[in-house]
């Protein structure tokens, strides 16, 4: 359990980052909160499409072998552009707000850049972090 609210303090984090980082670009959250909002429902809306992909993976592992893995990486970025332009934007397009009020992105371009931007910074936040077994912390 506390595992897993650091990994979400450690994304509220790297999502409020992106989004200091991305407010010229179309990436905008309004607070802290909204930032804590946001996590939670992009870690819902993960949870529920990683099943659609991991089976596209499945289906799809012959160009995953073919090209060493990097179909899957492109695959996971998608879906994280994906749920990123729907809570951002929502359905009916870039000029209302999406699911969550306090959160902003304006077009898929934002969402594609968000959606990376996020993703690094968060990778390089966990990398900071040991697991449960003491392993994969940066010594600085």
Do not use: H
């Not at 790297?14 to 959250?29: D, E, I, K, P, S």
Request: net charge positive; proline share 4%; charged share 10%.
């Amino acid at each position: 359990m506390r595992a897993l609210l650091l990994r979400w303090i450690l994304a509220v984090v790297a999502l409020f980052l992106t989004a200091t980082l991305l407010r010229g670009y179309g990436v905008q959250v309004d607070s802290i909160g909204w930032a804590f909002v946001v996590v939670v429902v992009l870690a819902l809306g993960n949870a529920l499409v990683r099943p659609l992909l991991f089976l596209l993976t499945v289906v799809a592992l012959p160009l995953n072998l073919l090209t060493l893995g990097v179909f899957g990486f492109v695959l996971s970025l998608a879906m994280n552009i994906f749920v990123f332009y729907l809570v951002g934007c929502g359905w009916r397009g870039p000029e209302v707000e999406g699911w969550v009020p306090g959160f902003r992105v304006v077009g898929l371009p934002a969402a594609a850049l968000g959606a990376l931007v996020m993703s690094v910074i968060n990778a390089c936040l966990l990398a900071l972090v040991p697991d449960r077994r003491g392993r994969g912390a940066i010594e600085v």
